[in-house]
């Protein structure tokens, strides 16, 4: 784990959260880090910015999790019907080896 030095603008705010999150400051920072980066990635997703492999990369999650957080904040799959049927070929030829 490497280690990153910031400024912090808003210490009474950082503070503030860890007394509601009962943590100390590097847990609440790692913590709105790790949910933030999540918020991130499916707002990417939203803005069809980024496809679905790489939101659930940006997220630190897998595509599955990726699939549950999409879900938890409301977003729809930016897949086709024909996405899909392409993807079942792909995976109908891989398993034909």
């Known amino acids: 784990m490497g280690i990153v030095s910031v400024r912090i603008d808003d210490e009474q ?3 503030f959260f860890g007394r509601v ?4 400051r590097s847990k609440v920072i790692r913590t709105l880090m790790d949910e933030g980066k999540k918020a991130k990635a499916v707002d990417l997703y939203r803005k069809r910015k980024v ?3 790489l939101g659930a990369k940006l997220a630190g ?3 599955s999790e990726f699939i549950d957080l999409l879900r938890e904040y409301n977003v729809r799959l930016n897949i086709t019907l024909d996405d899909v049927k392409e993807s079942l070929r792909t ?3 891989a398993l034909k080896i």
């Not at 999150?21 to 100390?24: D, G, S, T, V, W």
């Open 13 to 15: 705010g950082l503070d």
């Open 51 to 53: 496809s679905l492999g």
């Open 61 to 63: 999650v897998t595509l």
């Open 91 to 93: 995976a109908e030829q």
């Open 21 to 24: 999150l009962k943590k100390n």
